[in-house]
Every structure is written in C-alpha cells, then in structure tokens.
C-alpha cells in the first residue's frame, strides 16, 4: 500500500484514538479499579522496525496531547515514554523467531495469539504501573494501587485484543 495512505491512516486512527479518550471514556463508568487508555493502542502497534527515538518521541507527543485533554501533568507522557523504552525488550521475549520484514507491523497472526497476549499485558502493564504508581505518588494504599493496576491492565488488554481482532485482517497466504 501507498506509505501517503499509510500515513492518512494512521494520522486518522490517532485522531479517532484522541476523541475516543477525551470525549467518550469520560463518559464510561468503569469504576475506581478500571483504567483505559485508547491511545496506547496505537504506540504498541506501531512498526517493528521504528527507530527507537522516533518510537520515543511518538510516545511522549502523544502521552503529552493526552496530558493536556485530561489535565493529568506528564502522568502519561511518562508512562507512555517508560513504556515504549521497554518496548525492545518485550519484542525480543515475545516475538517470532524468525524476526520481522522491514514494514512489519505487531500483530496477532506474526506473533501467534499467546506471544501476542503477552507482549500486550507486559507494554499494558508497565503503562499502567507507572501511571497509576505516579498518581498516587504514595505507597500507603499499597493494595489499592495493585488493584488499580490489576483491573487497569486486565480492561485494557481485554479492549486492545477484541480490537485488535476485529480492526486486523490475516495476510494471504504466499
């Protein structure tokens, strides 16, 4: 495909990515233990073979467009980048083997439903970690926060893989 049409489309889900956040999940009540970010959708998808100041780049941008919708303060532009630094390493555990080709794209059909599971719960994991640990700049509620991050991670790994599977066609076989 055209990399223009690429980039109008990945420039579309962004934008759908930031009115799903700032205008529809405000609405949602999922509870005090349930936390879901849509945006970090899209920097978990991005190409394998991005660079990786590029793929930090893209994840402060973003995070911090979102710290602006929702008057969080960098919580998200710090546990985006975080993130996206650890990225590589979860890629190398979790991904084939085989290795990728240059425009390769995560998804679930090159990783194999259980690698790719597990790579979205570590990036989600360490997304949400690090958020919530940050808003609550605090220890105290030590239970609360684990709960927090529990339900936050389950919820959002829930979302990425029904979306996933229904926004990812299987490539034809060669």
């Given amino acids: 495909m055209n990399k223009t049409v690429l980039d109008l489309k990945y420039a579309a889900a962004v934008l759908a990515a930031l009115f799903f956040e700032f205008f529809v999940l405000p609405r949602i009540q999922l509870g005090f233990y349930f936390s879901v970010h849509v945006y970090f959708y899209l920097l978990i998808h991005v190409s394998v073979n991005i660079e990786k100041h590029l793929a930090l780049l893209a994840a402060f941008t ?9 008057n969080t303060g960098g919580l998200h532009a710090a546990s985006a980048v975080t993130a996206m630094y650890l990225r590589p390493i979860f890629i190398r555990a ?9 425009p390769d794209y995560l998804t679930v059909f090159k ?7 597990l790579y979205i719960l570590s990036m989600v994991f360490v997304h949400q970690f690090v958020l919530i640990v940050l808003e ?7 239970t609360t926060i684990v709960l927090r991050v529990a339900g936050g991670t389950l919820a959002t790994v829930g979302l990425y893989v029904a979306l996933h599977l229904l926004t990812v066609r299987r490539a034809p076989a060669v």
Avoid: H, W
Wanted: glycine fraction near 22%; avoid cysteine; aromatic fraction near 22%.
């Fill in 136 to 142: 609550s700049f605090s220890v105290a509620g030590f």
């Fill in 94 to 102: 979790f991904g084939p083997r085989e290795g990728y080709g240059k």
């Fill in 62 to 70: 973003l995070g911090l467009i979102v710290d602006q919708g929702l």
């Fill in 111 to 117: 990783f194999g439903f259980a690698n790719y599971l």
